[in-house]
């Protein structure tokens, strides 16, 4: 996140003590610059007139040194009004005294300083003649008092004056504009970060909208399908019930008629055959409705298995299926519902491969040990994880789940490197 940046014209905190620190530090360093420059201008003055000075100039001296002592204490608490009119003037004043003490040039210069930070010309223009224009009273009276009258000598002095004048105010005003700058540019950041962030709610909330749009139509697809399958159910509901009553009907008829031809017998026996393979039919295509929602697959077989491992290669996926103590013909013979546990556990095993380790060669046994029929997976664990496998580990639990309904058992982890799951089942 971005810090916004203090500007350098605004005013500091009253409260924090580190600022009144610099405050204090800047009226005590200009009261001993303003109080050395004083004593040398003093010094010069002494030597001057062999320590016999004419009052007027002392009286100079003495409002020199009055001026100075109360600018240069004056500057460091004064850093903490706000930029306004009263800021102005205040700093104006005191870069003003310049002309009149020689202790205040201290102060002076870290009010030329401030007022460039603020960088208005009005407010330069104005410092810049307030100084020339003092100095120039203060010069000229200085020299009548000396008994010389003003001549080029002054006008040169308070041209030094002004260009002494300039230099704190150039130096604010590169600061000033340093600052204005860094925190342009610390606003467009903030500006492009918004941006950015507002951005990605917005992807976010398109994604969110997606999703959402996606699933609305998954449910409606998986309704209209149990929908189907309840119309379905019902529609054959009536007509396998009148099959299976004519069944019972002539079934009745020829365990309690005796005094049947066989000829009669036939014909019921016929009825109750048509009758019995039309019921199944239609109970078929119930059962296959209702199923599941995945389809109209069939019921898995033997040859199943080994078109699930080819329908993985196909898809890229490296993938070998061994066989020990068993073979595909071994598994016709078996009870139905084994083979279908065994082609659900294997298809989720791909899956679970192809999701979490997808560039790794999954290994698949299926043998038969003593009474039991076992599918062994085996796939090393990538070296990095797959950042867009998500997984809620349902798949997993549904194989034990499906093992432990038929009297077996699975279990699945990791160890060495190796991911492997092994589920078995009564043979």
Excluded at 138 to 152: C, I, M
Excluded at 286 to 305: F, K, M
Aim: charged share 20%; hydrophobic share 45%; proline share 5%.
């Amino acid at each position: 996140m971005t810090l916004p940046v203090l500007h350098p014209s605004a005013a500091p905190s009253v409260r924090s003590p580190h600022q009144w620190a610099i405050a204090v530090v800047q009226s005590l360093v200009g009261t001993a610059l303003g109080l050395l420059l004083f004593l040398i201008s003093f010094g010069s003055l002494l030597m001057e007139f062999s320590d016999q000075p004419p009052g007027g100039l002392v009286a100079l001296y003495a409002v020199d040194a009055l001026v100075g002592v109360v600018a240069t204490l004056a500057i460091g608490p004064l850093r903490f009004l706000r930029p306004g009119r009263l800021h102005s003037a205040a700093h104006l004043l005191l870069a003003a005294s310049v002309g009149l003490s020689v202790w205040s040039m201290p102060a002076a210069a870290l009010a030329l300083y401030r007022i460039g930070l603020r960088r208005r010309t009005v407010l330069d223009v104005g410092a810049v003649l307030l100084v020339a224009g003092i100095s120039l009273a203060t010069l000229s009276l200085d020299a009548r008092l000396r008994g010389d009258e003003p001549d080029v000598l002054v006008l040169s002095a308070v041209g030094v004056m002004v260009v002494l004048a300039l230099i704190p105010l150039l130096i604010g005003h590169v600061v000033g504009t340093r600052h204005e700058l860094l925190t342009s540019w610390q606003e467009r950041a903030a500006s492009a970060e918004r941006e950015r962030e507002t951005a990605q709610r917005e992807r976010a909330a398109a994604e969110r909208e997606a999703t959402a749009q996606v699933r609305e139509r998954e449910a409606d697809v998986a309704r209209v399908r149990a929908e189907e399958r309840a119309a379905l159910a019902r529609d054959m509901h009536d007509s396998i019930s009148h099959h299976l009553a004519t069944i019972a009907m002539h079934a009745g008829a020829m365990a309690y008629r005796g005094d049947l031809s066989p000829e009669a017998l036939r014909r019921s026996a016929g009825t109750v055959r048509d009758a019995a393979q039309q019921a199944n039919r239609e109970l078929r295509t119930v059962l296959t409705g209702l199923r599941s929602t995945e389809g109209d697959q069939p019921l898995a077989t033997a040859p199943t298995l080994e078109g699930i491992v080819e329908r993985c290669r196909e898809e890229g996926q490296e993938i070998e299926l061994r066989w020990e103590g068993l073979t595909a013909e071994d598994l016709l013979t078996s009870d139905r519902s084994t083979v279908v546990a065994l082609a659900r556990i294997l298809g989720e095993v791909t899956v679970n491969a192809a999701k979490h380790a997808p560039s790794t060669p999954l290994q698949v046994e299926l043998l038969r040990c003593d009474q039991r029929v076992v599918l062994r997976a085996r796939n090393p664990l990538p070296s990095a994880p797959v950042a867009a496998a998500t997984s809620t580990g349902h798949g997993l639990l549904g194989v034990q789940e499906r093992a432990r309904l038929l009297g077996g058992e699975a279990r699945y982890g990791a160890s060495d490197g190796i991911f492997e799951v092994e589920a078995w089942m009564p043979w």
